[in-house]
């Protein structure tokens, strides 16, 4: 075979340029051709390394297309034509649709606009034989038919539902175990009652309404409509359609909606953010769809039949039918009602009004009970009040009140007397509001006119004296169920009435209804009495001396226009607001993790693998061709210009390599979304993944093939510069022996360095967070790798040969054999190595579920509807629960947190999280930790103090820091989801138009809270006044005891209250993590594939290259059996090396994470992955040991002893 290249080479050589230091370009390319040509079968293997290695890279790429035109597939299929939404949280006209899409500038864009009724947080149950079967936090749609004309998947139903029918999904009737003609029950939120339920008039009871006996009509799969939702995930949701008359009437809410649903016309692409201030532009609401109402306010007095009535009030009452005006809306009414003199006004319940003597002690007889008393401006033309003697009053100070005549009579006050004022707290978590008091001077009495006729159902007072702006009943704004009845006996309120009624009470009320008994400052009103809800219950505008006509509906109409043309023009909100919801979805689809870098990262040692395999197989090809090498330089071409021949064959073999890898790609990325929607489905949740591929990334996996594996190739052509010309004449293609130990030297320097970079980089990884831990831990890993493979060369080279005639050992004999060639050798135990590092290392940091993750606490519920009852207080258990349930639970911990609704920010959800859930976390779970056993598993925080060390829950009391709320957050959904590392840094989420400005105090590690963000509930109630209740809730019970959460499942069935074991949440949660390590080692057994491959293609390259040897053994009298065996213990010897090296290098750079970080070695679990390795290894050693075996022993020992 020389003499055959050999003479190969002689006849080419004529063709080259008689200058030999500057070879023609056609000549040595048609050289480069030749040589391609006539070692074809070398480059085929090499072909196909490049080919692994091309495939890996190609198909990473094409998985991060797959998911992310996946996660895009989903929006559009969930979605359909639905591109913009408006939910609101009170209800509209639906007249608000239609009169949106005759508008000229919405047809140019848009298609339709469809009302709608969104309830994103219903419950469902269905009965069999006094079984219940329910599903909580669904989502309830209410459309028209039209609505399944926006389908774009042919999802549309059979049968569409009528009146009290219901269309499910197969997700929610799976969960239901009903069927087509079943009858289920849907509850809702009772919808009538808009006063917040935290305020004491506010009804915390009865807040859920049923609607049973839905007939199911179809079932639709989890397909297009079928799947709708409001965010993007990619689990699949349960969803229940029904008619919008159904839960319309139900709800009595005949002509009312709270969400519009808009579809895009022909080929116009989804509005962003600012096409829906656009829409918003284009709405017309009323003030009626923003629950508030202007009244005009007229207080006459009666004339003779010669003269008109004379006004002694007359203006217009702006009020909400929540009976408070938020914030926002008041802003709005001060720059709208500038130029009218209008003036806000704060009135408030009291539930007692009693005198104080000298020594400021209460008065007997009880005082006056429930009476409203009003904080109001003084100025004109509504103020001030006037006195007896008809003189204005002065402004009041903090701590002044003015009575009117009624009380002062009935109380024997006089100005300057003191008045203590019981009222409850204006805001209340538990059914029975806490009651305070506050004590004021008298300052004056106010007259008030008795009228000549009371009221009577819905007549008004007439009065033939002049009543005095005391005599203003409408102060006091409407409360269905107190204002509207005829008795003070027949008031509906949520608080029980305990104070005594007294007759003079109720008379009191039959003239005057609930005109207030006395007056404050608007300021000390706000002080006591504002919210968070709002700080006025009306705003009042005078009537001009000549309004346009004397029109009082006209003025109105004025006042109208001026509030919601000052609402557009400061772009507030107030609660009906278009959101981009396809916009938002297909910008979340890019992902929170991207899959191309993921599954590179993921496959970095198996492209490692697959270039040392290059590498290796490269090299045979030139060791095969050393002498032909040497002959070129022999006979005068330079030694660049033979590398650069070598480095062109090369290129062209990465290229054709890279080709076949390109296709090689597309097939390793079926097969990865195939497993990732099977066996690694843990990773995504739900097998969703379709294959998809993008021109970009086939050309980029092509072009990164041929980049690495070219340096792969020239890296393995640059060795050849150190060897003599003569000694490649011989065939040999390895340095001199005084080179080798030069090299041997410089290795073992460069061996350590490695190692000590390994072991920064291992301990630097423990401290960083996200990318950057994992490229440190790669990086890390890689160096310790490289390292012990220098080291283990140079060891290999030091290997004495001196003793073996002694010995004789077939175990000196293979290691002997092995260090004949110590580079192959060390490739050969690299890639054996880089796999067992790969999957020793990933068993390290393998989680599972611990009470820590949990807190201690061993079950998590949630609700579908708010909970108001104090579930961790034995009173409000026993009204709950009855007295013996409770007593069963009287050991129990229960802590409720607040909720804002958003996405999904735990590694579970692959779409990028644009509002996160917020969870509002009450002082009582700082106090729980301040003496539980169990607290959560804290990472890094800026606990300073001792406390905050001890409990950093404390952290959440910190002060804002510029404006900034403090926050915890778990550390995997910072780090992978929102991409915040370190604690003290900031963060912005927009919240309907809520900006919620956070900086984060502290990491929680590994728990059952991931995806939320934590903070305090004070800083909660600020940012959400009107999210009312609990509907998060941690149970802990006494060891033994697992009654809580069924009792309070069946006692909060009408509010959706679902309990889950919190480690069976916690598994769900790690199984993320736990799933890419799989896949990790997953690709570490690939790995080990190639490094069998790679193992056996040296093998047999060696014993072609020691047949003579071998053979003259068999010559010499050795049996076949026992040539068999020194050809089988260096296979082993390599094999060996290769696992032990992996091993050591992974227990090297996962020590600092056991030790200072998250890993941890389970002895169980290492032991089963360092099994089925050895079985694994020591498989493949026999098997390619066997082929190199029955190739020696079969092989002619003539034509072997001769060379041949």
């Given at each position: 075979m020389?003499g055959?290249?050999?003479?190969?080479?002689l006849?080419?050589?004529?063709s080259l340029?008689?200058?030999?230091?500057?070879?023609?370009?056609m000549t040595?390319?048609?050289?480069?051709?030749?040589?391609?040509?006539?070692?074809?079968r070398?480059?085929a293997?090499v072909?196909?390394?490049?080919?692994?290695?091309?495939?890996?890279l190609t198909?990473?790429?094409?998985v991060?297309?797959?998911?992310?035109?996946?996660?895009?597939?989903l929006?559009?299929?969930?979605?359909?034509?639905?591109?913009?939404?408006?939910i609101?949280?009170?209800?509209f006209r639906?007249?608000?649709?239609s009169?949106?899409?005759t508008?000229?500038?919405?047809?140019?864009?848009?298609?339709?606009?469809?009302?709608a009724?969104?309830?994103?947080?219903?419950t469902?149950e269905?009965?069999?034989?006094d079984?219940?079967?329910?599903?909580s936090?669904?989502?309830?749609?209410?459309?028209?038919?039209?609505f399944?004309?926006?389908?774009?998947?042919?999802?549309r139903?059979?049968?569409?539902?009528g009146?009290?029918?219901?269309?499910l999904?197969?997700?929610l009737?799976r969960e239901?175990g009903?069927?087509?003609?079943n009858s289920?029950?849907?509850?809702?939120?009772?919808?009538?009652?808009?006063?917040?339920?935290?305020s004491?008039?506010?009804?915390?009871?009865d807040r859920?309404?049923?609607?049973?006996?839905?007939?199911?009509v179809a079932?639709?799969?989890?397909d297009g409509?079928?799947r709708?939702?409001?965010?993007p995930?990619?689990?699949l949701?349960?969803?229940?359609?029904?008619?919008?008359?159904?839960?319309?009437?139900?709800?009595?809410?005949?002509?009312?909606v709270?969400?519009?649903?808009?579809?895009?016309?022909?080929?116009?692409?989804?509005?962003?953010?600012?096409?829906?201030l656009?829409?918003?532009r284009?709405?017309?609401p009323r003030?009626?769809?923003?629950?508030?109402?202007l009244?005009?306010?007229?207080?006459?007095?009666?004339?003779d039949?010669?003269?008109?009535?004379k006004l002694?009030?007359?203006?217009?009452?702006?009020?909400?039918d929540r009976?408070?005006?938020?914030d926002e809306?008041?802003?709005?009414?001060?720059n709208?009602f500038?130029g009218y003199?209008a003036q806000?006004v704060?009135?408030?319940l009291?539930?007692?009004l009693?005198p104080?003597?000298?020594?400021?002690?209460?008065?007997p007889g009880?005082?006056?009970?429930?009476?409203?008393?009003a904080?109001v401006?003084s100025r004109?033309?509504?103020g001030?009040?006037?006195?007896?003697?008809?003189?204005?009053?002065p402004?009041?100070?903090?701590?002044?009140i003015?009575?009117n005549s009624?009380?002062?009579?009935d109380?024997d006050?006089v100005?300057?007397?003191?008045?203590?004022?019981?009222y409850?707290?204006p805001?209340?978590?538990?059914?029975?509001?806490?009651e305070?008091?506050?004590?004021?001077?008298?300052?004056?009495?106010?007259?008030?006119?008795?009228?000549?006729?009371p009221?009577?159902?819905?007549?008004?007072?007439?009065?033939?004296?002049?009543?005095?702006l005391?005599n203003?009943?409408?102060?006091t704004?409407e409360?269905?169920?107190?204002?509207?009845q005829d008795s003070?006996?027949?008031?509906?309120?949520?608080?029980?009435l305990?104070r005594?009624?007294?007759?003079?009470?109720?008379?009191?009320?039959?003239?005057?209804?609930?005109?207030?008994?006395?007056?404050?400052?608007?300021s000390?009103?706000?002080?006591?009495?504002?919210?968070?809800?709002?700080?006025?219950t009306?705003?009042?505008?005078?009537?001009?001396?000549?309004?346009?006509g004397?029109?009082?509906q006209?003025?109105?109409?004025?006042?109208?226009?001026?509030?919601?043309?000052?609402?557009?023009?400061?772009q507030a909100?107030?609660?009906?607001a278009?959101q981009?919801?396809?916009?938002?979805?297909?910008?979340?689809?890019?992902?929170?993790?991207?899959?191309?870098v993921?599954?590179?990262?993921?496959s970095?040692f198996l492209?490692?693998?697959a270039?040392?395999?290059?590498?290796l197989l490269?090299?045979?090809?030139?060791d095969q061709r050393a002498d032909?090498?040497?002959?070129?330089?022999a006979?005068?071409?330079?030694?660049?210009?033979?590398?650069r021949l070598l480095?062109?064959?090369?290129?062209?073999?990465?290229?054709a390599?890279?080709?076949l890898?390109v296709?090689?790609?597309?097939g390793?990325?079926?097969l990865m979304?195939?497993g990732?929607?099977t066996?690694?489905?843990?990773?995504?949740?739900?097998?969703?993944?379709v294959?998809?591929a993008s021109?970009?990334?086939?050309?980029?996996?092509?072009?990164?093939?041929?980049?690495?594996?070219s340096l792969?190739?020239?890296?393995a052509?640059r060795?050849?510069?150190?060897?003599?010309?003569?000694?490649?004449l011989?065939?040999?293609?390895?340095?001199?022996?005084?080179?080798?130990?030069?090299?041997?030297?410089?290795?073992?320097?460069?061996?350590?360095?490695l190692?000590?970079?390994?072991?920064v980089l291992a301990v630097a990884?423990t401290?960083?967070g996200?990318?950057a831990q994992?490229?440190a831990f790669?990086?890390g890993?890689?160096?310790?790798l490289?390292?012990?493979l220098l080291?283990f060369?140079?060891r290999l080279?030091?290997?004495?040969?001196?003793?073996l005639d002694?010995t004789?050992s077939l175990?000196?004999?293979?290691?002997s054999s092995a260090?004949?060639n110590?580079?192959?050798?060390s490739?050969t135990?690299?890639?054996?190595a880089s796999a067992?590092?790969l999957?020793?290392?990933?068993s390290?940091?393998?989680?599972?579920a611990?009470?820590?993750?949990a807190g201690?606490?061993?079950?998590?519920?949630?609700?579908?509807?708010?909970?108001?009852?104090?579930?961790?207080?034995?009173?409000g258990?026993?009204?709950?629960?009855?007295q013996?349930a409770n007593a069963?639970?009287?050991?129990s911990?229960?802590?409720?947190?607040?909720?804002?609704?958003?996405?999904?920010?735990s590694c579970?959800n692959?779409?990028s999280?644009l509002?996160?859930?917020?969870?509002g976390?009450?002082?009582?779970?700082?106090?729980?930790?301040d003496?539980?056993d169990?607290?959560?598993s804290?990472?890094?925080?800026?606990a300073?103090?001792e406390e905050?060390?001890?409990?950093?829950w404390?952290?959440?009391?910190?002060p804002?820091?510029d404006?900034?709320?403090?926050?915890v957050?778990?550390?995997?959904t910072?780090?992978f989801s929102?991409?915040?590392?370190?604690?003290?840094?900031?963060?912005?989420?927009?919240?309907?138009?809520?900006q919620?400005?956070?900086?984060?105090?502290?990491?929680?590690?590994?728990?059952v809270?991931?995806?939320?963000?934590?903070?305090?509930e004070?800083?909660?109630?600020?940012r959400?006044?009107?999210?009312?209740?609990?509907r998060?809730?941690?149970?802990?019970?006494?060891d033994?005891?697992t009654?809580?959460a069924?009792?309070l499942?069946?006692a909060?069935?009408?509010?959706?209250?679902d309990?889950r074991?919190?480690?069976?949440?916690l598994d769900?949660?790690?199984?993320?993590?736990n799933?890419?390590?799989?896949?990790?080692?997953?690709?570490?057994?690939?790995?080990?594939?190639?490094?069998t491959?790679?193992?056996?293609?040296v093998q047999?390259?060696?014993v072609?290259e020691?047949?003579?040897e071998l053979?003259?053994?068999?010559?010499s009298?050795?049996?076949?059996?026992?040539?068999?065996?020194?050809?089988?213990w260096?296979?082993?010897f390599l094999?060996?090396?290769?696992?032990?090296?992996?091993?050591l290098?992974?227990?090297?750079?996962?020590m600092?994470h056991?030790?200072?970080?998250?890993?941890?070695?389970?002895?169980d679990?290492?032991?089963?992955?360092?099994?089925?390795?050895?079985?694994?290894?020591?498989?493949?050693?026999l098997l390619?040991?066997?082929i190199?075996?029955r190739?020696?022993?079969r092989?002619?020992?003539?034509?072997?002893?001769?060379?041949d």
């Amino acid at each position: 075979m020389r003499g055959l290249t050999t003479t190969y080479v002689l006849s080419i050589l004529p063709s080259l340029h008689h200058d030999f230091g500057d070879i023609d370009r056609m000549t040595s390319w048609r050289l480069v051709i030749r040589s391609l040509t006539f070692h074809w079968r070398v480059h085929a293997a090499v072909v196909l390394g490049v080919a692994a290695a091309t495939a890996v890279l190609t198909g990473a790429l094409l998985v991060g297309d797959s998911v992310r035109g996946s996660l895009r597939g989903l929006v559009l299929d969930r979605l359909g034509k639905i591109d913009a939404l408006l939910i609101a949280p009170r209800f509209f006209r639906s007249e608000l649709a239609s009169q949106l899409a005759t508008q000229p500038s919405f047809t140019e864009r848009y298609d339709r606009a469809i009302p709608a009724i969104l309830f994103p947080q219903g419950t469902v149950e269905h009965t069999i034989d006094d079984r219940v079967s329910r599903a909580s936090r669904i989502l309830i749609v209410a459309t028209p038919s039209s609505f399944w004309e926006l389908d774009t998947k042919a999802t549309r139903p059979k049968v569409l539902p009528g009146e009290d029918e219901v269309v499910l999904n197969e997700p929610l009737a799976r969960e239901l175990g009903v069927t087509v003609g079943n009858s289920i029950t849907m509850r809702l939120p009772e919808a009538a009652n808009a006063i917040p339920a935290e305020s004491p008039l506010g009804e915390k009871e009865d807040r859920v309404r049923g609607i049973p006996g839905l007939k199911v009509v179809a079932i639709v799969p989890a397909d297009g409509l079928g799947r709708f939702g409001l965010t993007p995930s990619q689990s699949l949701p349960m969803v229940a359609f029904t008619h919008l008359a159904t839960v319309q009437n139900s709800l009595r809410l005949e002509g009312q909606v709270n969400a519009i649903m808009v579809s895009s016309a022909g080929d116009h692409p989804p509005p962003n953010a600012e096409d829906c201030l656009e829409l918003n532009r284009l709405l017309k609401p009323r003030l009626g769809d923003y629950g508030l109402s202007l009244t005009q306010i007229r207080l006459p007095v009666k004339g003779d039949s010669t003269k008109a009535d004379k006004l002694v009030l007359d203006y217009t009452s702006l009020t909400s039918d929540r009976m408070i005006l938020d914030d926002e809306v008041a802003s709005v009414a001060t720059n709208a009602f500038a130029g009218y003199s209008a003036q806000g006004v704060l009135t408030y319940l009291a539930n007692a009004l009693i005198p104080l003597d000298d020594q400021g002690q209460e008065t007997p007889g009880g005082g006056v009970p429930y009476s409203t008393v009003a904080a109001v401006d003084s100025r004109a033309p509504l103020g001030p009040l006037v006195g007896p003697d008809g003189e204005p009053l002065p402004p009041l100070a903090d701590d002044e009140i003015i009575v009117n005549s009624w009380v002062a009579e009935d109380q024997d006050l006089v100005a300057g007397g003191r008045l203590r004022v019981y009222y409850y707290l204006p805001e209340t978590t538990d059914r029975q509001p806490q009651e305070t008091y506050r004590d004021f001077t008298v300052k004056a009495i106010v007259p008030i006119t008795t009228p000549a006729k009371p009221f009577s159902g819905e007549r008004s007072a007439v009065y033939d004296l002049p009543p005095t702006l005391a005599n203003d009943k409408d102060l006091t704004p409407e409360v269905r169920g107190v204002t509207d009845q005829d008795s003070i006996e027949n008031w509906d309120t949520p608080f029980d009435l305990e104070r005594e009624v007294r007759a003079q009470d109720e008379r009191y009320y039959d003239l005057h209804r609930l005109t207030p008994k006395a007056f404050v400052s608007l300021s000390t009103g706000q002080s006591l009495w504002g919210s968070r809800f709002g700080a006025h219950t009306s705003w009042r505008i005078p009537t001009p001396s000549n309004p346009p006509g004397r029109d009082s509906q006209a003025f109105r109409q004025q006042l109208a226009d001026a509030f919601l043309k000052q609402a557009e023009k400061s772009q507030a909100r107030l609660g009906l607001a278009f959101q981009p919801i396809k916009w938002q979805g297909l910008t979340a689809a890019s992902g929170t993790t991207p899959f191309d870098v993921l599954f590179i990262a993921l496959s970095s040692f198996l492209i490692a693998a697959a270039l040392m395999l290059v590498s290796l197989l490269f090299r045979l090809g030139v060791d095969q061709r050393a002498d032909q090498l040497g002959l070129l330089l022999a006979v005068g071409i330079p030694r660049a210009q033979t590398a650069r021949l070598l480095r062109r064959e090369g290129t062209l073999v990465a290229a054709a390599g890279s080709l076949l890898g390109v296709g090689l790609g597309v097939g390793y990325a079926w097969l990865m979304l195939a497993g990732l929607r099977t066996i690694w489905l843990g990773a995504v949740v739900t097998p969703f993944l379709v294959f998809h591929a993008s021109t970009f990334s086939l050309i980029a996996g092509y072009l990164l093939g041929i980049l690495v594996c070219s340096l792969t190739i020239g890296h393995a052509v640059r060795r050849l510069k150190l060897i003599p010309a003569r000694r490649l004449l011989t065939g040999l293609a390895s340095a001199e022996p005084q080179q080798q130990a030069s090299q041997s030297k410089w290795g073992r320097k460069s061996g350590w360095c490695l190692l000590a970079i390994a072991l920064v980089l291992a301990v630097a990884a423990t401290q960083l967070g996200g990318e950057a831990q994992a490229g440190a831990f790669v990086a890390g890993g890689a160096a310790v790798l490289t390292g012990l493979l220098l080291l283990f060369r140079q060891r290999l080279e030091r290997i004495p040969t001196s003793g073996l005639d002694a010995t004789l050992s077939l175990s000196r004999l293979a290691i002997s054999s092995a260090r004949r060639n110590p580079g192959r050798s060390s490739l050969t135990v690299g890639l054996i190595a880089s796999a067992s590092f790969l999957i020793a290392a990933m068993s390290s940091f393998r989680l599972d579920a611990s009470l820590e993750g949990a807190g201690g606490f061993e079950s998590i519920a949630e609700s579908s509807l708010p909970v108001f009852v104090d579930l961790n207080a034995p009173l409000g258990r026993a009204e709950l629960l009855g007295q013996e349930a409770n007593a069963k639970l009287a050991e129990s911990v229960i802590l409720p947190l607040r909720v804002r609704p958003g996405d999904d920010a735990s590694c579970n959800n692959l779409y990028s999280a644009l509002r996160p859930r917020v969870l509002g976390v009450p002082p009582a779970l700082g106090r729980h930790f301040d003496q539980a056993d169990t607290s959560f598993s804290w990472g890094p925080s800026l606990a300073e103090t001792e406390e905050e060390q001890k409990n950093p829950w404390k952290l959440l009391d910190r002060p804002k820091q510029d404006g900034a709320i403090p926050v915890v957050i778990d550390q995997n959904t910072a780090m992978f989801s929102l991409g915040i590392y370190a604690p003290g840094s900031h963060a912005s989420f927009d919240y309907d138009g809520v900006q919620l400005d956070l900086y984060v105090v502290g990491f929680l590690k590994n728990s059952v809270l991931q995806g939320n963000l934590l903070i305090s509930e004070t800083h909660f109630q600020d940012r959400f006044p009107d999210i009312a209740g609990y509907r998060y809730f941690l149970i802990h019970s006494p060891d033994g005891q697992t009654q809580a959460a069924p009792l309070l499942e069946d006692a909060l069935s009408d509010q959706g209250f679902d309990a889950r074991a919190s480690r069976e949440l916690l598994d769900s949660l790690l199984a993320v993590q736990n799933t890419y390590l799989s896949t990790f080692q997953s690709l570490g057994a690939l790995g080990l594939l190639l490094g069998t491959f790679g193992l056996s293609t040296v093998q047999l390259r060696n014993v072609l290259e020691r047949r003579a040897e071998l053979a003259l053994l068999r010559a010499s009298g050795f049996q076949h059996r026992r040539v068999g065996r020194i050809v089988l213990w260096e296979n082993l010897f390599l094999l060996l090396g290769g696992l032990g090296l992996g091993i050591l290098a992974a227990l090297y750079a996962v020590m600092p994470h056991i030790l200072l970080g998250d890993a941890a070695i389970s002895a169980d679990r290492f032991g089963r992955d360092l099994a089925i390795m050895l079985a694994l290894v020591v498989a493949a050693g026999l098997l390619t040991g066997l082929i190199a075996v029955r190739w020696t022993v079969r092989a002619p020992l003539i034509a072997a002893l001769r060379g041949d």
